[in-house]
């Protein structure tokens, strides 16, 4: 039988980083945007800062470490490996060089146990990563460009809906995971 695979971005899907970034981001400036109010995400013309000055604030202030878990993860971990699902994080986080050990560390210290981890480019295809994948299950990331990709290997391609992404074309949206642990549940999924 063929593997089946569920594949998950990491920032703003399976944990909250836009809160504690936008609180930095706020803090460093004088600024004062709300993270509700966050439409586009695209930060250097939000905060008028560079890449590079916003990756240095990032990992001065421990961005990736301040991530807080989205409610449902655990459970739908759980639900995922109790079917057989191998799961898959595929996050964009090489811009930190210590990306990979940060990440360990905070999915061990949540109980959140990936089969996979890839640590890809920040404008990298995330398809790069997937080819060893015969059989995906589902797909979530929060990102519309990656959704686009991931729908050419499952039907179960969703966004994760979040305020730069709300006008996206693609169709599928989840609110939150316990709505897709309950689905996979079900067997909807
Ligand atoms: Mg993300």
Not at 9 to 22: A, E, F, G, M
Not at 25 to 47: A, H, M, Q, V, W
Not at 141 to 170: C, I, M, P
């Amino acid at each position: 039988m063929m593997t089946n695979y569920a594949i998950f971005d990491l920032d703003d899907t399976l944990l909250n980083l836009h809160v504690p970034l936008i609180h930095t981001l706020n803090e460093r400036t004088g600024l004062s945007k709300c993270p509700k109010s966050i439409k586009t995400f695209t930060i250097e013309e939000d905060y008028g800062i560079s890449q590079e000055t916003f990756f240095r604030w990032a990992i001065e202030s421990n961005i990736l470490e301040r991530g807080v878990i989205h409610d449902g993860a655990l459970e739908l971990f759980n639900t995922l490996k109790t079917q057989g699902t191998r799961i898959a994080i595929i996050t964009a986080r090489a811009w930190h060089p210590r990306a990979r050990a940060i990440t360990e560390e905070w999915l061990n210290c949540n109980g959140l146990v990936p089969d996979e981890l890839h640590i890809v480019h920040m404008h990298e295809n995330k398809n790069h990563s997937t080819g060893h994948m015969k059989c995906v299950r589902l797909a979530v990331d929060d990102r519309e460009h990656h959704v686009h990709h991931f729908s050419k290997l499952t039907a179960n391609a969703f966004l994760y809906r979040q305020g730069w992404n709300v006008n996206a074309t693609h169709p599928h949206y989840i609110d939150n995971l316990m709505q897709l642990n309950n689905s996979i549940n079900i067997g909807e999924i």
